[in-house]
């Protein structure tokens, strides 16, 4: 491609290191319009964004077409491609999006591609969300409070009406309801953190959100 | 090949279907391609770290039908076919192929799915290798 074509033009800091195609800087808003393009070309003008809620955990995309990279990052750039039909691919640890896009000379498409508020690749079919909220907030819900009083309070009475049927002192009796809540809250305990863990290793193994 | 073949088609992000109906004397194959990538540092020969590939592109996936190069991209496809046994191969990036028997009128379902492994060395400045592995495999309808 003639470097005269393309006076005055200024390639993009986006551009993804050796991608085939002649990657600009955009400003879809500037004056002027697009610039001047090469003969028989048009081009493809993206623009990649990620919400405010997703940047802590987000990174830019990868933006190819035709199988070949073009751009990397948040922001604008037009893509220079020769005028005919074209495949606009956007990758990020997998890939996200691909669509059909019809270039005639002279003229530029505009493509736009947002990130998800998650930030979590979705392509993978059966991929499962990650938990709204975490299995430590439902096992300290007021709920799970009051079903571990209730408990303990049947565990006593029932303890009590043991002793008093099998004819023993309200002191041996005290003894043994206390064993037994001790043993209760002990199986208890480890059946709550056993419930906590296993999700919680799972999820890490699978993330991808945060790469660094 | 003659006039009235025809072509393979794009079918986009999905499932695979959503495919043209074959015409008469024809079936059909979707395949949808998909990947995951990571990258591994390492040293001396030991994987230290390892992190999501967010930063490298991963060349389209390609594809050889009973021998021939048909096109291909990281999305759903079809291709139409004679009815009768057909070798579906992919090449790239890992190689997995499938003995398809096509019958006319009908579209069957394929999924090839690519864990892809690049490593770098401990810096996280150059490639070493890519090591990759797939799965082709027919979808139940």
Known sequence: MPDRDLTGDVDSDLVYAGSPYRVLAHDPNGEGGPPPLPAGHGGVAVHTWCPPAAQRHTLAPIV??????????????????????????????????????????????????????DGVPAGAPGRRRPRRRSRRGRAFSPVGYAGVVLAALVVFEAGLALARAAGLSVGVAGVVVGVVAVAVAVLGGVAVYRHQQRPARRSRRRSTRTPR | ??????????????????????????????????????????????????????????????????????????????????????????????????????????????????????RKDHTDTHILEWRSTATLDPVAD
């Open chain 1, 64 to 117: 190819g077409v035709d199988g070949e990279p073009a751009s990397y990052g948040w922001g604008h750039v037009l893509i220079v491609l020769p005028a005919g039909e074209h495949l606009v691919e956007v990758q990020y640890v997998e890939p996200m999006r691909t669509i059909p896009v019809t270039v005639t000379a002279g003229q530029v498409v505009p493509v736009e591609y947002a990130a998800a508020r």
């Open chain 2, 1 to 118: 090949m003659t006039a009235d073949t025809p072509e393979p088609r794009f079918l986009g992000d999905g499932d695979g279907t959503g495919g043209p109906v074959p015409p008469d004397g024809w079936g059909a194959v979707a395949c949808v391609f998909w990947f995951t990538s990571a990258v591994d540092l390492v040293r001396a020969d030991r994987v230290v770290n390892d992190r999501s590939n967010y930063d490298i592109w991963v060349p389209r996936p390609v594809l050889r039908v009973d021998g021939r190069d048909v096109p291909a991209s990281w999305s759903g496809w079809w291709y139409p076919l004679r009815p009768g046994p057909h070798q579906v191969e992919v090449l790239e990036p890992a190689p997995a192929g499938l003995r398809v028997q096509v019958t006319a009128g009908a579209t069957d379902r394929l999924r090839y799915r690519a864990r892809i492994r690049i």
